[in-house]
């Protein structure tokens, strides 16, 4: 293992978090009505979330990925009413602790 190995990376993880599909999203059908009074009956099934953007200071992405998780598990999202999906990616700055 090399020194570079060794020191955290800073993560972007982009997090978007879900009301499941069998409960009833009433902010959804509001903006679903709100399109369709302006004309734009193409748009069907209007659902809304949330999105939250971490930044994970860690040495490795998959580090990175199950922090990430265990934070949705735990506080972002309700197992019982939502589902959440997301990404990280390595940013360009590294921040190594000093």
């Known amino acids: 293992m090399t020194s570079e190995d060794r020191e955290d990376k800073l993560f972007l993880s982009r997090v978007t ?5 069998s409960i009833l999203d009433p902010q959804g059908k509001a903006v679903e009505h709100g399109v369709h009074s302006l ?3 193409a748009i069907e099934d209007v659902r809304i979330g949330k999105f939250i ?7 490795t ?11 949705c598990q735990k506080l972002l999202s309700n197992p019982v009413m ?5 990404t990280v990616d390595e940013m360009k700055e590294s921040h190594g602790k000093s």
């Open 17 to 21: 978090v879900t009301l499941r599909k």
């Open 39 to 41: 004309g734009y009956d």
């Open 53 to 59: 953007e971490l930044k994970v200071n860690v040495p």
């Open 82 to 86: 939502e589902d959440f999906s997301f």
């Open 61 to 71: 992405k998959q580090k990175a990925e199950d922090l990430t998780r265990d934070v």
